[in-house]
C-alpha cells in the first residue's frame, strides 16, 4: 500500500462520525504514519467508500506491522492494512498512534515474503454464497426477498456447512446466488419454471441439498426462453407439452454441465450473452423436431421466431 492516497480523498466540513465503543485489547505504541516498503497503491474512492456511513470500531480490524532486529537498523513497516491506516488517520485525526498487531522479522527477505503470504496465499475472500447467507441473517430485506424466491423455486444457496448455513428450501439442490439473481430477471413464474423442469430431467438433483448445483447458465437459459415465449409454459398448449417431453427424454442423457456447453457453443456462444446463447442453442434444436401425436415442425417455427432470442443476442 502506498504512503499517500492515490485521488482525491472528498473534503467536508463535519468530522467523521465515529460511532460504538473502542474495543479493549493491548498495542503497541505504532505511530499512524508507519507505512510499507515497495508500496501498492491506496486508492482514495476505496476509503471514501468505507467511511461512507463514518467509523464503525465494531468493523475495525489491527493493521499488521513488521518489526526488526534492534541492531538492524530497519524501522517498523507495514505488512497489512494501509486502507485501514489512512481510515484511521482520518476518522481520528489527533490520534498519533495506531492500534497494530506487530510481528517479529529478521530481515527484508522474510518481510517481503510475509507481505506475499498475507495478501495474497494465505487470504481467501467470501464467497458470494456466504456473504449472501449472513446478508440474511443479518434481516437485508433485499436478500431475505431473495430467500423467498429461492424457496418459491424449490432452490437454496449453499454458504456453509453450520446449521443455519442453507439459505432456500431444505432439502433442494444449490444454485449460484449470482446466476440465480440473474435467472429472476426473466420473472419469478419464469425462474420456477425453469428450475422445476432442470428438477424433473435431472430428478438426482432434487434429492441432495448439499452441493449438487443447478447450473446457472442452464437455470438463466429456460428462463430467458418460458420469457420471451409464454406459450413454452402454457398447461394448454401442446408445444409445451412437447418441449417439456422433449427436454426430459434427449437432453437428461446427458449432465446439466455439458447441455449447456453444447447449446451455448450451438447458437455461437457470443462473449457475455451465455444464457441468451443457451436458450437459442435449445430452442433451435427443439424447432427442428417432429415428435409422434406433437405440434408439427411448421407450427413451433411460428410460434417460436429465432428472431426473438437472437434480439437479445444481437442487441
Known amino acids: ?30 505511530p499512524v504514519t508507519v507505512h510499507g516498503h515497495v508500496n501498492r497503491d491506496t486508492d482514495a474512492k476505496r476509503i471514501a467508500k468505507y467511511l461512507k456511513d463514518g467509523w464503525n470500531w465494531n468493523l475495525w480490524v489491527p493493521i499488521a ?19 485501514r491506516r489512512h481510515m484511521f488517520q482520518k476518522s481520528h485525526p489527533d490520534r498519533r498512534y495506531i492500534p497494530a498487531m506487530v510481528y517479529q522479522v529478521k530481515d527484508m527477505e522474510e518481510y517481503h515474503d510475509l507481505f506475499t503470504k498475507i495478501n495474497l496465499y494465505n487470504r481467501k475472500s467470501a464467497t458470494k454464497e456466504e456473504v449472501f447467507v449472513h446478508d440474511v441473517l443479518s434481516m437485508c430485506k433485499d436478500a431475505l426477498a431473495t430467500k423467498g424466491e429461492l424457496i418459491k423455486c424449490g432452490l437454496s444457496v449453499h454458504g456453509s456447512s453450520d446449521p443455519g448455513g442453507i439459505i432456500g428450501l431444505i432439502p433442494s439442490p444449490c444454485v449460484k446466488i449470482g446466476g440465480f439473481r440473474k435467472a429472476l430477471k426473466q420473472g419469478s413464474d419464469n425462474t420456477k419454471a425453469a428450475a422445476a423442469l432442470i428438477k424433473k430431467t435431472w430428478p438426482q438433483k432434487a434429492l441432495n441439498g448439499t452441493g449438487e448445483e443447478i447450473k446457472v447458465e442452464l437455470l438463466e437459459g429456460l428462463a430467458i426462453l418460458y420469457n420471451l415465449y409464454p406459450i413454452l409454459r402454457s398447461t394448454q398448449s401442446q408445444i409445451s407439452q412437447d418441449f417439456e417431453r422433449w427436454f426430459i427424454s434427449e437432453k437428461g ?10 447449446n451455448k457453443r450451438a447458437a455461437g456462444a457470443v462473449v457475455n450473452k451465455a444464457a441468451p446463447c443457451v436458450a437459442k442453442g435449445i430452442l433451435q434444436s427443439f424447432r427442428k423436431v417432429n415428435l409422434p401425436r406433437g405440434s408439427s415442425i411448421g407450427n413451433k417455427a411460428r410460434s417460436l421466431p429465432l428472431s426473438k432470442i437472437n434480439n437479445i443476442i444481437d442487441g
Open 1 to 30: 500500500m502506498s504512503i499517500n492516497i492515490k485521488g482525491n480523498f472528498p473534503t467536508t466540513s463535519k468530522p467523521i462520525q465515529v460511532r460504538n465503543t473502542e474495543p479493549r485489547y493491548e498495542y503497541a505504541s505504532v
Open 65 to 83: 506491522i513488521a518489526e526488526f532486529p534492534s541492531d538492524s537498523g530497519i524501522e517498523p513497516k507495514l505488512l497489512d492494512g494501509d486502507h
Open 253 to 262: 442423457l446427458y449432465p446439466q454441465a455439458q447441455v449447456a456447453t453444447d
